[in-house]
């Protein structure tokens, strides 16, 4: 009868997605338990940026310190300390700065907060990938891509504060490398 065939579809269903989160949950956890367990590392990557792509190395120390050298003709150098991010072009030793205080930086570089992300966003699983969708208070959404077989991390999109599209693909060469504050130092003024 067709109520018998609706209770039947109504539990497949339902168990299709408890079934799921249960999947879910043991991945988020799995990513967390590695990032536990992960203090610094150092990186290569793509970085795609509207149309333009670049390419470089980068050392993270968590929390919130990344120092990025491009592979261009500017020698272009990204650093983030803390609240501040520097932009400097050797070639014509200029420095730009910025505040992350409204970046997804902010949220992608402080180990705490990215934890976060990992346990709200939404999860989906494609071929070798996991993706974390996450959307903040003001409706900034980030997306962190990690790898399926060892739970590292693979990358993050969003929007910039100048709205501009960035994807961000990381290869890790080396996890929980000595680094120190002292290389992570904003460029000063000239």
């Known amino acids: 009868s067709l109520g018998l065939f609706k209770k039947i579809l109504f539990y497949t269903i339902l168990i299709y997605f408890v079934n799921l ?15 536990n ?3 610094s590392i150092k990186f290569n990557f793509v970085q795609e940026t509207n149309n333009n792509k670049e390419f470089g190395f980068c050392t993270l120390l968590f929390p919130n310190k990344i120092k990025c050298v491009y592979e261009d003709n500017n020698q272009k150098e990204l650093i983030v300390n803390n609240e501040r991010l520097a932009i400097t072009q050797k070639r014509y030793n200029k420095t730009s700065y ?6 997804p930086f902010k949220k992608i570089l402080n180990k705490k907060e990215l934890i976060k992300i990992i346990n709200l966003g939404e999860i989906e699983i494609v071929d070798k990938k996991i993706y974390l969708t996450y959307v903040d208070k003001s409706d900034q959404e980030i997306l962190i891509t990690f790898d399926k077989n060892n739970f590292d ?10 709205n501009n599209y960035v994807n961000f693909s990381i290869n890790i060469l080396l996890k929980n490398i000595l680094l120190e504050e002292k290389d992570f130092k904003i460029p000063v003024l000239n």
């Open 37 to 39: 367990k992960i203090n």
């Open 153 to 162: 991390l693979m990358g993050w999109t969003f929007n910039d504060q100048f």
């Open 98 to 103: 910025y505040s992350i205080s409204k970046s």
């Open 21 to 35: 989160n249960i999947v879910n949950s043991k991945e988020r956890k799995k990513i967390v338990d590695n990032l």
